[in-house]
């Protein structure tokens, strides 16, 4: 198993360019999320979703969109990116029951925004 | 915001010595998870806490819930080079994870 898998690894982007970052999971699991990662602050949610259709927002979910249309994938688009928007980005997948696994994390997309 | 406060920040080590590391919160906490993440890395999950009073040990590392489910401890023996990296607690309910700051430990050879 792959586990979870983030695409891609680094980006650079143009203020006002948008652009998807992609994360599928092979491990079956029903719930899924995004995370970005400043710091000093922590991870905080963006979005999450709870099943294929299923989708809601996070603490910080202004400035991105989801999608969550099979069980695998999970991707996050920036509509319209600003520099504000520089951060780590992390895709997360637990199954629903997540006791004793935790949640899996994916290898991150680090993203700036000049 | 965040829910689970950690206390300290930094935590420079001398290897070989002991350090704690808390996580704090104003309310009852349903359950929470320790995860840690090396310099550059993902978080990596540790391990989970759900009862009152719980202590769960991973070879170095002791992991204590706290009686009213309002703290938790992340204790590690020992220091070694290894344990270089930011160790985060976080609330796990049903669906989501509400992440502390984390404390960033340093080991001093």
């Known amino acids: 198993n792959a586990g979870v898998t983030q695409t891609p690894k680094f980006q650079v982007l143009k203020t006002g360019q948008s652009m998807t970052l992609q994360c599928a999971q092979d491990m079956n699991h029903e719930y899924m999320s995004w995370y970005r990662q400043d710091p000093g602050m922590g991870l905080r949610l963006i979005h999450y979703s709870v099943g294929a259709g299923i989708t809601d927002q996070g603490e910080v979910p202004n400035g991105y969109n989801v999608s969550r249309s099979t069980t695998e994938d999970f991707p996050l688009r920036l509509l319209s990116a600003a520099p504000s928007q520089t951060s780590v980005y992390f895709c997360?997948?637990?199954?629903?029951?997540?006791?004793?696994?935790?949640?899996?994390f994916g290898s991150g997309t680090r993203l700036t925004v000049v | 915001g965040q829910q689970v406060m950690q206390i300290p920040q930094y935590q420079h080590v001398q290897e070989g010595e002991d350090f704690t590391t808390y996580c704090n919160s104003s309310?009852?906490?349903?359950?929470i998870q320790w995860y840690k993440q090396r310099p550059g890395g993902h978080p990596v999950f540790l391990i989970q806490?759900?009862?009152?009073?719980e202590v769960k040990k991973q070879k170095r590392l002791t992991f204590q819930f706290g009686e009213a489910k309002k703290n938790s401890s992340l204790h590690i023996t020992a220091t070694q080079t290894t344990d270089v990296g930011t160790y985060f607690c976080a609330e796990g309910n049903d669906y989501k994870l509400s992440f502390g700051a984390g404390t960033t430990v340093t080991v001093r050879a």
């Open positions: 806490l759900v009862k009152s009073g």
């Open positions: 309310t009852t906490l349903s359950n």
């Open positions: 997360a997948s637990s199954f629903r029951t997540h006791t004793p696994y935790g949640y899996t």
